[in-house]
Every structure is written in structure tokens, then in C-alpha cells.
């Protein structure tokens, strides 16, 4: 079980708006950034999102990260057939002295 | 262009041992702390291990703690995993990642392709 709760799919048609939710606990979301990472098929992860809510140069205006107390989220907008991927967040946990990640999100573009 | 190339993997028999090599180039080794991150077959990351760049602390997942040792190599530009005493679920590919500063604390920014290791006699 992990220590940041993902759901484990998602789903979208091809334009749509789809969040992915990340729930944590006061040791990890609540007091650190947020990180997200997607992974393609048969790929390495991808930075997407760093320190809650900032783009890497190269990462589309369609992805968007938010934090609220020990929730963030993942949006993204104007979704698109080649966003099919894994998406996971990440925190550094205080409370274990280590980095933490979600189970990961399947979403699948319909 | 930050590159990260992951050596060492391969078969080894329960209780065995292997050591991971993380060639890294393209920026400042020793100012940035180096993360492992693996992922059993069809599972999701799971975060393994940190060294900082800022004064080699070490932070480990618990359930590698006591049977792996990362340390890393500045001069080298090299970081390392030393893998004992492994089982059967240890099996996954193993990703060496740079992290986005030097402490440890945040996320990584770039990722190697991995490595596969697989335990089984």
C-alpha cells in the first residue's frame, strides 16, 4: 500500500479535461512539494510537474499541478491520444526519511 | 543534455549479490543528489534509495534497509547501488535519476532507461 493514494485509472475522450487526485498525509503532500511523472509504454518516467505546480521547459500548458493541505492534483486539458500513459506523484516523507510515490493512474484516452 | 546510463543489471540467484553503475554526464555531478528508483514487472515506482550531493547523507526505503548501500563517486561522475542478500521480489528494473537540487529532499528532474535485475534460482 502505498503512502501517497492514487486512483488507478482515469479516463477521457480525445479534448476533454481529465484530474488525476494524489491524497497524502501532513508528513509528506501537506509539508513538501508535489512531484509528477508520466510514463509512456515501455519507457523511462518523465518529469511533468516539479514543486507543485511548475512545468520543465518542453512539458505542454495543457498539464497543470495543484496542492491544497495533503491533496494535489494533476490536470490535464485538451487531452490528447498520445497522453495515453502512467502518471504518478512523489513526496518526500518526513515522517519516513524517504521519498514516497502514488500507486499510479492508467488513463486511457478514449 | 543530461545523460544517465545504468549498468550492472542482470540474473542472480536468491541470496546473491550485484552492483549498479549510473554513468551521469551533462551537468554538475557532485551539486546534485542521485536517487534509485525501481519498478517490478507490470507494478508502479517504487523509491529505493538517495545520496545528497551536499554532504553524502544516505536515506533508504525500508525495505532495502540493511541489504543495499548507495554511495557515489564525484570524480567519477558515477553512482552506485550495492545489492545484498536479494530476493525474489527485489526482481524490477532499476532507474538511476538526478535530482532537481542537492539535498535530497525534493524530486528528480531527469531519468535513466534502467537497468533489469531479476532474482531467481
Known amino acids: 500500500q502505498s503512502a501517497l493514494t492514487q486512483p488507478p485509472s482515469a479516463s477521457g475522450t480525445p479534448g476533454q479535461r481529465v484530474t488525476i487526485s494524489c491524497s497524502g498525509s501532513?508528513?509528506?503532500?501537506?509539508?513538501?512539494?508535489v512531484y509528477w511523472y508520466q510514463q509512456l509504454p515501455g519507457t523511462a518516467p518523465k518529469l511533468l510537474i516539479y514543486?507543485?505546480?511548475q512545468r520543465p521547459s518542453g512539458v505542454p500548458d495543457r498539464f497543470s499541478g495543484s496542492k491544497s493541505g495533503t491533496s494535489a492534483s494533476l490536470a490535464i486539458s485538451g487531452l490528447r491520444s498520445e497522453d495515453e500513459a502512467d502518471y504518478y506523484c512523489a513526496a518526500w516523507d518526513d515522517s519516513l526519511s524517504g521519498r514516497v510515490f502514488g500507486g499510479g493512474t492508467k488513463l486511457t484516452v478514449l | 543534455e543530461v545523460q544517465l546510463l545504468e549498468s550492472g543489471g542482470g540474473l542472480v540467484q536468491p541470496g546473491g549479490s550485484l552492483r549498479l553503475s549510473c554513468a551521469a554526464s551533462?551537468?554538475?555531478?557532485?551539486?546534485?543528489?542521485m536517487t534509485w528508483v525501481r519498478q517490478a514487472p507490470g507494478k508502479g515506482l517504487e523509491w529505493v534509495s538517495v545520496i545528497s550531493g551536499s554532504d553524502g547523507s544516505t536515506y533508504y526505503a525500508d525495505s532495502v534497509k540493511g541489504r543495499f548501500t548507495i554511495s557515489r563517486d564525484n570524480s567519477k561522475n558515477t553512482l552506485f547501488l550495492q545489492m545484498n542478500s536479494l530476493r525474489a521480489d527485489d526482481t524490477a528494473v532499476y532507474y538511476c535519476?538526478?535530482?532537481?537540487?542537492?539535498?535530497?529532499?525534493?524530486?528528480?528532474?531527469?531519468w535513466g532507461q534502467g537497468t533489469l535485475v531479476t532474482v531467481s534460482s
Open positions: 535519476a538526478k535530482d532537481s537540487d542537492s539535498s535530497g529532499w525534493y524530486g528528480v528532474d531527469n
Open positions: 551533462g551537468f554538475t555531478f557532485s551539486s546534485f543528489a
Open positions: 501532513s508528513s509528506n503532500i501537506g509539508s513538501n512539494f
Open positions: 514543486r507543485n505546480n
